[in-house]
Nanobody, 123 residues
Framework: QVQLVESGGGLVQPGGSLRLSCAAS????????MRWYRQAVGKERDLVAY????????NYADAVKGRFTISRDNTKNTVYLQMNSLKPEDTAVYYC????????????????WGQGTQVTVSS
């Protein structure tokens, strides 16, 4: 049974920090690029950051560059999103996403989503 379980969300003041975690199970974690998305109320779901299967390449949305850091621990099948200098506009539900890496033997349609974790930035 495939699972992506996010944790670490909550209420934080502007300028504060949170660390999100996404624990994966039920699939070969090292065959997957891991991504964080977010969706604010009334808006589309947007890509925040991704990290390649071995962790060698990361990329970020312009809105979070320099403030957020994505990382992964392949020994724990977990991906993280460290969020610093949080702003009210970072308020959203954050989703963990797994997609097969390019060239993987895993069929491309084997994409998975977590249930989301709420992040609220407010004073």
């Amino acid at each position: 049974q495939v699972q992506l379980v996010e944790s670490g969300g909550g209420l934080v003041q502007p300028g504060g920090s949170l660390r999100l975690s996404c624990a994966a199970s039920g699939f070969t974690f090292t065959e997957y690029t891991m991504r964080w998305y977010r969706q604010a109320v009334g808006k589309e779901r947007d890509l925040v950051a991704y990290i390649t299967s071995a962790g060698g390449i990361t990329n970020y949305a312009d809105a979070v560059k320099g403030r957020f850091t994505i990382s992964r621990d392949n020994t724990k099948n977990t991906v993280y999103l460290q969020m610093n200098s949080l702003k009210p506009e970072d308020t959203a539900v954050y989703y963990c996403n797994a997609v097969p890496r390019p060239g993987s033997w895993v069929p491309f349609e084997k994409e998975y989503w977590g249930q989301g974790t709420q992040v609220t930035v407010s004073s």
